[in-house]
């Protein structure tokens, strides 16, 4: 995409190597924007190492102190930020947020959930655009999920309310802040074959009707467009990434799989 060229990207949770965010910030990177990255741990500097050029910071973003300095530290390296993939949420290293009933859920784990992926992204976005209102230019994707905006899996309550409440402030967004040259589009992934996926996920995969899970640089090729200036038309939309998963009604193994 030509349209990321020497633009300034930021992308949340990139700290896994086999992770959707940084799949995300090499698609982009290879596309020729300027990339920084961040996660709550220091292993985002060897995703650093792994990314010639980019910019790196370790931060938790449910603490404003961190974000300042996060975006602080980025418009410092690279240049006022153009492109914002809020990717970061579901789990954070060294915090647990199991799954249980909306019955059994603590006022602390709905707290930490929303928190971790829907509060989190609010606060970046925030911070990215009085920026990108000054320019009139910028491209918000939130990594949603099919999880709330679409389905429901018993047990997730709370990562499904965050995710649907990540499609609802991106359609508000999008609404507030076309006439200013920003875009604000969801992605929603299905089943994706990462460092965190359970063999059930996996396995999960290989009923939808491509026959296996998703790729990470699969999603991140959907980040990629909505990140460009090709893109400039698209606003306030949900792009399932899920092999054709929630548009079938059963669930069977394809022949051979």
Not at 1 to 24: K, N
Not at 128 to 138: F, I, K, Q, S, Y
């Amino acid at each position: 995409m030509a349209g990321v060229q020497g633009r300034v990207a930021l992308v949340t949770g990139a700290g896994s190597a086999e992770g959707i965010g940084f799949a995300c910030a090499r698609a982009l990177a290879a596309a020729g924007a300027r990339v920084a990255i961040t996660a709550t741990t220091a292993r985002i500097f060897e995703r650093q190492a792994e990314l010639p050029g980019s910019h790196a910071a370790c931060a938790d973003l449910t603490r404003q102190e961190d974000l300042d300095a996060l975006i602080a530290g980025v418009e410092a390296m690279l240049g006022p930020i153009d492109i914002l993939v809020n990717n970061a949420g579901m789990a954070q290293t060294g915090r647990d947020l199991p799954s249980r009933p909306l019955r059994d859920q603590t006022d602390d784990g709905w707290s930490f959930g929303l928190d971790i992926s829907l509060t989190s992204a609010f606060r970046v976005t925030r911070a990215v655009l009085p920026g990108m209102r000054a320019r009139r230019h910028g491209r918000i994707i939130q990594m949603s999920s099919v999880t709330g905006p679409v389905v429901g899996i018993a047990g997730s309550a709370t990562y499904a309310a965050a995710k649907a409440g990540m499609l609802g402030l991106t359609r508000c967004l999008a609404v507030e802040e076309g006439g200013h040259g920003i875009t604000a589009n969801c992605i929603g992934p299905g089943w994706i074959a990462t460092a965190s996926s359970s063999d059930a996920e996996r396995t999960a995969g290989r009923f939808t009707p491509v026959g296996r899970p998703g790729r990470p640089e699969e999603v991140a090729h959907a980040a990629l467009f909505l990140a460009a200036d090709e893109a400039s038309y698209v606003t306030g939309q949900l792009i399932v990434v899920d092999g054709g998963n929630t548009v079938q009604e059963y669930k069977v193994a394809l022949p051979g799989k």
